[in-house]
C-alpha cells in the first residue's frame, strides 16, 4: 500500500473545489478533542458515504464510522446515503448546521491493474479549513487496513493522540471439546488469521513490544509450557518448559526479558528469563501464589496477582527484585493486572458480589472506575495509546471480545469467528 | 486385598460364569435328545464334587486380563484417580483418604513408576489465577503421595486451571465435578 499527502484539489478539479481551494489553513489545535477523562465531550464528526467506481469489496466509510465511534471519543453524526467524493464541492454550514464540526468525505475507485484508488478529506466545519487529505494506493487485501489507516488519520488529527484501528489484536478462540486456535486480526476483529491451533488449549497470548511474536501457554504437551513464536514465518519454540507448570508469560518493554510463572520450586512464583529462555531466575518469594507478572512501560517495576494476604489482589515490586506492596484494596479478589501504556492507570478484572468486571484504577489518586456492565469479564488489555480496553467476557454462555473507551461509557462487541472466544490482547503499534 | 488374591478371585468368578453359560446351552440341546449318561464325571457338576476338573477350560480375554490390573478394576482403590475438593479449598478430604493411600504405597513400592497429578479448577474466575489454584491443588495430592512414601521424582505436579472441565455447565454439580486433582500415571 503506498499513500500520498493530498494539499490542495488538482487544478482539473478547480472549478468544483473552488470552496475547499479558499479554506484557510487553521491551528489544529482548536479542533483537537479535549480528554479529559469521564465526562468529557465527545466530538461531532460526519463521515459521509464514499463515492465508489467499480466494485469495492470493502465498505471504507462505515469502517471509519466504526472505529472512530468505538474510541468513545466521536460521536458520529448521521451524514445521509449520498456518496461525497473528495473532490465534491461541500458546503460545510450546512454541515456545521447538522452538527458535525468536522466531515470526512472521499472515495475508492478500481484501478486499470485491479488495486484501489482510496482518497479522503477531512474538513473543518468550523473553520472552513481542510485538515487532512490523503490518497493510497491498495490491493483488494488491503481495503480494510487503508479505512483503519484513515480513521487513524483522522483521530490524530482531531485528538492529537496516535489512534490504533491499524494495529492488530490476538487471541483464543475454542471451537469444540478438542480445538484451539490461536487468532491475530485487526482491532476491530475483522480478518481473523489462525495463527496456532491445538487438540489442547492455548491461554495467555502476550504480544512481543515489536508486534513480530507472540509468547503463550499452550498444553499440547500435556502440561502448561510457555512458547514464543514468530508471527510472519510460524517458527516457535518452547522457552519455559520446566517441571511442572509454566504460564503467564509477559515481555519487558524492550523485549529482551520474560517474566513467567514457574512452579518448579514448588508453588506458582514469578520467574524472569531471557526471551530465549535462557537464565531463569527467581523474583517473588512468598509461600503462596504469585503470578500474571506485568510490566511497567518504564521496565522498572512489575505488578502481579497474589493471594499472599489472603485472597488474589494485586501487588508491585521492583523488576530487580525487592518487597511487594499491595496496589488493590477494593473487594477481596482482583486480579490479572495491565498497565496503561503511561503507567498511570491500572485495569484488572475485580470479584464483586460474584461478578467478574473490569476496574480501571487511577494509580495516583486510587480513584476506581468499573469500565463494563458484564459480569464474566477476563483478560482486559489497553490499546497502545492507553485510550481504549480490550477484554472478554461472556453473552448467553459464549465467551466474546468487547473493546470499551476507558472510562466505560462507550462499549463495543467486537466481531470474531464462531466459537468461545477468550483471552485477548491489544498488539502494539507497528512501525 | 492384595494383588494376587484379587487375581484369584477374579478368575475363579470368570470359571464359573463360564460353567454356567456352558450349562445353560446343553440344557436347550438336551431338550429335545435323550440324556446322556454321565460316563466319568467330566461334567462340571461331577468336578464340584471331586476338586479341579482336568478338563475345564479357564477363558481368557486379551483385553480384560490387563482389565484385571488393579488401575481398572472398579474394586481396587487404585482404580480411582480423582480427588474433589470443596470451592476455594486444597484439603484433600478424609473420603478421598483411600484414593491417596492406594497409589501413595503403590508408588512407594514401585520406584520406577511416574505419575502426574493435574490440578483442575471450576470455571469461576481468571484463567490464570485459576490455573495456579489447580496447582495447589495438585501440589496437595503429591505432598500427602509423599507422606506415604512415594517419591518427589515420582510425581510431577501440573495444573490445566479452568481449561478441561470434566462437566459442562455453570451448575454447581458441574463445578464440583471439575474441582478435581486427576492422577495419571506415566
Given at each position: 500500500?503506498?499513500e ?116 479522503f478529506?477531512l ?9 487532512d487529505?490523503l ?14 489507516r484513515i480513521a487513524d488519520r483522522i483521530y490524530e488529527k ?5 489512534g ?268 | ?186
Amino acid at each position: 500500500m503506498t499513500e500520498k499527502t493530498i494539499d490542495r484539489p488538482s487544478a482539473g478539479r478547480r472549478t468544483v473545489c473552488a470552496a475547499l481551494a479558499s479554506l484557510p489553513a487553521v491551528s489544529l489545535a482548536q479542533l483537537r478533542v479535549e480528554i479529559t477523562g469521564v465526562g468529557s465531550q465527545q466530538f461531532p464528526i460526519a463521515i459521509a458515504p464514499f463515492a465508489r467506481s467499480g466494485q469495492v469489496p470493502a465498505d471504507i466509510d462505515a469502517i471509519i464510522r466504526a472505529d472512530l465511534a468505538r474510541s468513545g471519543l466521536f460521536r458520529v453524526v448521521e451524514a445521509g446515503s449520498q456518496p461525497i467524493a473528495e473532490n465534491a464541492p461541500v458546503a460545510l454550514a450546512d454541515w456545521k448546521a447538522r452538527g458535525a464540526d468536522a466531515l470526512t468525505i472521499g472515495g475508492a475507485s478500481r484501478l486499470a491493474d485491479g488495486r484501489f484508488d482510496i482518497r479522503f478529506r477531512l474538513l473543518d466545519t468550523v473553520k472552513q479549513a481542510q485538515l487532512d487529505g490523503l490518497s493510497y494506493t491498495s490491493p483488494a487485501s488491503d481495503l480494510r487496513l487503508t479505512a483503519h489507516r484513515i480513521a487513524d488519520r483522522i483521530y490524530e488529527k482531531l485528538t492529537g493522540e496516535r489512534g490504533v484501528f491499524a494495529t492488530r489484536i490476538a487471541y483464543i478462540v475454542q471451537t469444540s471439546r478438542t480445538s484451539w486456535e490461536l487468532h491475530i486480526a485487526d482491532a476491530d476483529g475483522a480478518n481473523p488469521q489462525a495463527a496456532l491451533r491445538s487438540r489442547e488449549p492455548i491461554i495467555s497470548p502476550a504480544w512481543s513490544p515489536d508486534g513480530s511474536r507472540l509468547a503463550y501457554v499452550s498444553f499440547e504437551s500435556g502440561k502448561p509450557v510457555v512458547y514464543v513464536h514468530a508471527v510472519m514465518t510460524g517458527e516457535r519454540r518452547a522457552v519455559a518448559n520446566f517441571r511442572g507448570s509454566n504460564s503467564a508469560p509477559a515481555w519487558s518493554p524492550d523485549g529482551r526479558t520474560l517474566a513467567v510463572t514457574l512452579t518448579r520450586e514448588g508453588n506458582s512464583q514469578v520467574f524472569l528469563m531471557n526471551a530465549d529462555g535462557g537464565n531463569a531466575r527467581r523474583l517473588t518469594t512468598s509461600g503462596g501464589i504469585d503470578t500474571e507478572p506485568c510490566f511497567s512501560p518504564d521496565g522498572q517495576s512489575i505488578y502481579f496477582t497474589s493471594d499472599r494476604g489472603g485472597g488474589p489482589q494485586v501487588y508491585r515490586m521492583p523488576a530487580t527484585g525487592g518487597s511487594a506492596q499491595r496496589v488493590t484494596f477494593n473487594g477481596d479478589y482482583n486480579i490479572s493486572p495491565r498497565l496503561s501504556p503511561d503507567g498511570k492507570l491500572l485495569a484488572y478484572v475485580a470479584r464483586r458480589s460474584g461478578r467478574f468486571q473490569v476496574q480501571v484504577l487511577e494509580l495516583a489518586s486510587g480513584q476506581e472506575t468499573p469500565v463494563t456492565d458484564t459480569s464474566r469479564d477476563e483478560s482486559p488489555s489497553f490499546a497502545p495509546n492507553g485510550r481504549m480496553l480490550l477484554y472478554a467476557t461472556e453473552v448467553n454462555g459464549r465467551g466474546i471480545l468487547a473493546s470499551a473507551s476507558i472510562d466505560g461509557r462507550v462499549r463495543t462487541r467486537l466481531s470474531g469467528p464462531n466459537g468461545d472466544i477468550r483471552e485477548p490482547t491489544w498488539g502494539p503499534f507497528i512501525k | 486385598m492384595t494383588v494376587q488374591r484379587l487375581i484369584r478371585a477374579a478368575m475363579a468368578g470368570a470359571v464359573l460364569s463360564f460353567a454356567l453359560a456352558g450349562c445353560s446351552s446343553v440344557d436347550l440341546e438336551e431338550q429335545k435328545a435323550a440324556p446322556i449318561v454321565d460316563a466319568g464325571g467330566s461334567s462340571t457338576a461331577g468336578a464340584a464334587a471331586t476338586g479341579p476338573d482336568p478338563r475345564a477350560v479357564a477363558p481368557v480375554d486379551a483385553q480384560s486380563a490387563r482389565g484385571l490390573d488393579p488401575f481398572t478394576d472398579p474394586n481396587n482403590p487404585l482404580s480411582k484417580k480423582s480427588v474433589y475438593f470443596d470451592f476455594d479449598s486444597f484439603v484433600v478430604k478424609s473420603e478421598y483418604q483411600s484414593v491417596v493411600e492406594a497409589h501413595g504405597k503403590y508408588l512407594a513400592s514401585t520406584k520406577n513408576r511416574r505419575i502426574a497429578v493435574e490440578g483442575h479448577t471450576d470455571e469461576r474466575g481468571g484463567r490464570e489465577y485459576n490455573l495456579a489454584l489447580g496447582q495447589k491443588r495438585a501440589e496437595a495430592v503429591k505432598q500427602r503421595l509423599m507422606l506415604l512414601g512415594a517419591s518427589d521424582a515420582q510425581i510431577e505436579a501440573v495444573s490445566f486451571g479452568k481449561e478441561k472441565p470434566s462437566a459442562v455447565g455453570s451448575t454447581e454439580e458441574a463445578w464440583a465435578q471439575n474441582r478435581r486433582a486427576d492422577i495419571v500415571y506415566k
